[in-house]
């Protein structure tokens, strides 16, 4: 199984406050952009699907099919992505993806003046790919550029950057697609006109633009900017220790795919879900566009989250910090589930913060001590993200038994991220990591 960007190569990469290049601050800084940047285009999702939902007057599972397309790209798209990473290098392949995504949002523009599913479907596909290609190399490059022990706090930092933008999204895409078409502002589910339809359709058109134009101004930063290159000396001893060595003996990384895989079902199907959640009736009874700045609220309790995790997990066991906020997530999807009124859609909402450390922590306990098989274990756990496709099944469940009741799933899934806390995390030490650069020193790293 392909990953990755090489993680012998990515271990063997030179420090960059050792190599002359740009220091550990700045080459965090750079990646927290791109980190921010996929953040905040996968959020605009969020307000989108309500909106297509009345442009296209969809149910609830042909709505969320919107969402699996894009998470199916992460499943179609990663071993490729890993496979261009070798061919072209770590930095070309950021640049590639940030104008794969690009192109992908400007084909939002004849997809909405045509009003046509299929090519939202399409140019959203396009879109994630490219996402997907930055998230294949990024994710496995913060976890091993310092040290080992330290991997956990420094994902969560840059994953709160990527909070930062779905925070933002909302307001965004609130404003500019919600807050200018007739289904946005109405209050409760409406009945549009095809004149009112197609006219909605159009608001789109303006965002998507804007989005076009940051991703390709920031490749051409990106690609003017000195980042370290990954070396490929190391590779041909990387496979020579690879060779014999099985990543099922690895129990952490076995039970932390479908733990990932698991997480992003949850995580999609509250923030996919939110916007037509609390407008209902018995919730909240506001419009989408008010809707969407309370969204904003859940994004930034994560962001927080972030932030707060990566200074818990540098002083704490990073399972025993997933444990806890895994019980927290149940707690309050529980009430969400049950409650209504403004108890249900304020427990909603707080899920963010409890889901805030999920991912990268999951993320650095299933590589640890993985040593030579990190490549193959990173590219897993990357196309374990595809789990968000299987929104679908909730929205399936909003449709045969109501949307509340429909949040039962996403219970059952704080249970499997509190199992894989507990015991599904533990390494099994079936080989010793190795680090072809040798020690490197901790102190530049220590304050970024």
């Not at 012998?8 to 050792?18: C, F, L, M, Y």
């Not at 199916?72 to 261009?84: D, E, K, N, Q």
């Not at 500019?176 to 209050?187: K, M």
């Not at 309370?294 to 962001?303: C, E, P, S």
Request: proline share 6%; net charge neutral; hydrophobic share 55%.
């Amino acid at each position: 199984m392909a990953g990755p960007a090489s993680a012998e190569g990515i271990a063997a990469a030179p420090h960059p406050d050792r190599a002359g290049g740009p220091g550990a601050r700045a080459v965090l800084s750079l990646l927290a952009t791109l980190f921010f940047m996929w953040g905040f285009i996968t959020v605009i999702n969020n307000t989108l699907l309500p909106h297509l939902r009345s442009v296209f007057e969809l149910d609830y599972t042909r709505t969320t099919l919107i969402e699996s397309v894009w998470f199916i790209a992460y499943f179609v798209a990663s071993i490729p992505s890993a496979r261009l990473i070798r061919a072209i290098g770590y930095k070309k392949a950021i640049v590639t993806g940030l104008g794969v995504m690009a192109a992908g949002a400007l084909m939002m523009v004849p997809a909405a003046r045509l009003a046509s599913y299929e090519l939202v479907l399409t140019a959203l596909f396009v879109i994630a790919s490219g996402i997907t290609l930055l998230q294949v190399a990024a994710n496995p490059y913060v976890t091993v550029i310092g040290p080992p022990e330290t991997g956990s706090s420094r994902l969560n930092l840059v994953q709160a950057f990527n909070s930062l933008g779905t925070t933002l999204a909302p307001l965004f895409a609130g404003y500019l697609i919600l807050g200018r078409s007739t289904g946005g502002t109405a209050q409760g589910e409406v009945v549009l006109t095809a004149a009112e339809r197609y006219a909605d359709a159009q608001s789109v058109i303006l965002p998507y633009i804007i989005v076009a134009v940051v991703l390709i101004l920031l490749a051409v930063v990106i690609a003017r900017f000195p980042l370290p290159a990954l070396h490929a000396s190391g590779r041909s001893v990387g496979a020579a220790e690879r060779k014999g060595l099985s990543l099922w003996r690895h129990r952490n990384l076995v039970w932390g795919v479908p733990a990932i895989f698991i997480y992003l079902i949850a995580e999609i199907g509250v923030a996919n879900l939110f916007i037509n959640f609390v407008s209902q009736p018995d919730i909240a009874a506001i419009s989408h566009e008010e809707a969407s700045r309370y969204l904003a609220i859940l994004w930034g309790g994560m962001m927080v989250g972030r932030f707060f995790g990566s200074w818990l997990t540098h002083r704490f066991p990073a399972d025993k910090v997933l444990a806890v906020f895994a019980i927290g997530a149940f707690f309050v999807m529980t009430i969400a589930t049950f409650a209504s009124g403004q108890v249900a859609m304020w427990a909603l909402i707080s899920v963010g913060l409890f889901h805030s450390i999920m991912f990268p922590t999951i993320f650095t306990l299933g590589i640890k001590g993985l040593g030579p098989l990190t490549e193959e274990g990173s590219g897993l756990l990357i196309m374990a993200i595809a789990g968000g496709a299987l929104v679908v099944v909730q929205g399936w469940l909003a449709d045969m038994y109501g949307l509340q009741l429909s949040f039962l799933l996403t219970v059952a899934c704080e249970l499997y991220i509190l199992f894989y806390a507990l015991w599904g995390s533990k390494p099994t030490n079936a080989l010793a990591p190795v680090d072809p650069a040798g020690p490197v020193d901790p102190k530049p790293l220590a304050s970024a």
